[in-house]
C-alpha cells in the first residue's frame, strides 16, 4: 500500500514538473510574440507617418493622378 502512494506521488511530481516546464515555455512564447508585435506597430505607426498623405487613406482626386501628358 506505501509503495502504490510514494509511487503514485512520484508520478504526480514528474507531471507537475513537466507542467511547470511547458507553463515557462509557452510565457516565453508570449513575451516573445508580444514583442514582435509591438515591433510591428511601430513599424506601421512610421509607415503611416511617410506616406505623402499622411496615411489618413482619405479620398483622393483621380485628377491629380493624371500622367502629365493629359
Not at 6 to 14: A, C, G, P, S, V
Request: proline share 4%.
Amino acid at each position: 500500500m506505501q509503495n502504490d502512494a510514494d509511487r503514485r506521488l512520484t508520478d504526480l511530481e514528474i507531471k507537475a514538473s513537466y507542467t511547470e516546464d511547458l507553463l515557462d515555455q509557452l510565457n516565453m512564447t508570449i513575451y516573445r510574440q508580444q514583442q514582435q508585435i509591438d515591433a510591428l506597430i511601430l513599424q506601421v505607426t512610421q509607415l503611416r507617418q511617410q506616406a505623402p498623405d499622411g496615411g489618413s487613406g482619405g479620398a483622393r482626386n483621380l485628377r491629380d493622378e493624371l500622367p502629365p501628358h493629359y
